[in-house]
Structures are given as C-alpha cells and as structure tokens.
C-alpha cells in the first residue's frame, strides 16, 4: 500500500504596512536583533568618517581633567585603552601589538551591541525605527557612554570636567551614529533578516583580508553568503 506523503509549502512572513505604508516583514527577535547588530556596525563605520571629516576641528580635552591610571593610556585611544585591558589583564594574554586594529574592533562591537537592542526595540515600534527615533537612541548611547561607562572604567573624566565644546562634538557623532543605525535598521527589518545574516558573515569572513582588497572582498563574500542562505532556505522548503 502506497503511503501518502503530506508536504507543507513554506509561506513567506506577512508584512505589515508601516507608518508611511511601505510593507515591513515580521521578524523574529533574533532576526530583529542580528538586523540592529548589523545595522550598528554600518553606523559605527559612518561615525568613523564624522571623526575622518572633522578631525581638524574636533575639540582637544583641556588639560589636568583627567588623570589616567595607567602610562599606557596617555599614547592611547578609549577603545585601544580597552582592548588592551580585555587581552592583557582579563584575558592573561600579550602584549598587545596591534593596538589600533583592537581598538577599532572594540569601535565596532560597542556600536553593533547598543544597535542589536535598538533592533529589538525597533521591530515593534514604528517610532523608534523613524529618524527621531535614531536620534533618541543616539542621545542616549551618548548620555550613557559619556556620563557613566567611560568615567567608570577610567577611560575620561566625569561630564562636568568637560567643556561644553567636547559634549557638543561628542554628541555630533553619536548623533550621526543614531541616525545612521536607524536608516540601515528599518531598510533590514523591510527586507528581512537575510541582508543582516549576510552582512554580519561577510564582515566576520573577510576581518583578515588586507585592507586595500578588503571592500570588494566583503562585497562578493556577502553575496555569496546571501545565495547559501537562500540556497538553504529552498533545501528546506522541498524536504
């Protein structure tokens, strides 16, 4: 006797019309939060190039705020200051050679961590994922970071050490940073959580590649990696 064999078609997530009634696909938690993780790593970079723009006009820190408890830190970025202490004092590991290169890492991880909970955020509320909605979560990533995290782990003084032209350009890029996260978080949530899985795993494929091929590199490795996530997705539609 023949035995009969029940197929299920898969059907494609339902979309939802969003504030400007363009449709947006329903995500999953974790696709909204590989979306905001991705979409942060974009903004850290455009904050890069706020600071490459505006680096012969960026306010210096005026002297005898802030003493650092460590020599190091003197010949060292924020983010280099942390790197080093992850490797050589967390992780028991070093000396740490190359200090800008972690120190860019640790860049990227901080804006794609705040970003994967604005995705979460962003999923479900139309006004988060809007412009003023980026611009609030800037605001806060910088209140946060400049009012707390940095004086606590030593890394610069308290705000009111400061003068009001270094929170003012400290606040610039981080709202450049909300701005840009927010427009690559609601063009990923519309297409889904695809985009964001192939961003992240071309960036992750291509960290080692040499920096002068490292463009095209991640071009054609996130497109690559987009095909297998479509080529897995029809495997499993047809099993």
């Known amino acids: 006797m023949a035995r009969a064999v029940l197929r299920t078609e898969r059907t494609p997530a339902p979309r939802v019309p969003d504030e400007k009634g363009v449709l947006m696909r329903r995500v999953s938690p974790l696709g909204a939060l590989l979306a905001g993780t991705a979409a942060g790593a974009f903004g850290a970079w455009v904050m890069d190039l706020f600071f490459s723009a505006t680096k012969k006009i960026a306010p210096q820190l005026p002297e005898n705020v802030f003493s650092p408890p460590e020599l190091q830190q003197e010949r ?29 890492i640790v860049h990227y991880v901080y804006g794609a961590t705040w970003a994967g909970l604005y995705g979460l955020v962003a999923a479900t509320s139309r006004p988060a994922r809007s412009l003023p909605g980026g611009l609030a979560f800037g605001t806060i990533v910088w ?21 009001l032209r270094n929170h003012a350009y400290s606040l610039a890029s981080h709202l450049v940073y909300g701005a840009a996260t927010a427009g690559a978080t ?6 889904g959580s695809r985009p964001a899985l192939a961003a992240l795993g071309a960036l992750w494929l291509t960290r080692k590649v040499p920096s002068g091929v490292r463009p095209v590199a991640r071009t054609l490795t996130r497109r690559g990696v987009g095909i297998a996530i479509r080529a897995r997705d029809v495997v499993e539609a047809v099993r």
């Open 76 to 104: 060292e970025g924020q983010t280099e200051t942390v790197a080093r202490r992850v490797v050589e004092h967390l992780a028991q590991r070093g000396p740490l050679e190359d200090t800008a290169r972690a120190g860019e």
């Open 143 to 163: 209140a946060i970071s400049e009012g707390l995290v940095l004086p606590l782990f030593r890394l610069a003084p308290w705000p009111r050490a400061s003068l």
């Open 186 to 191: 609601h063009t990923l949530l519309r297409l």
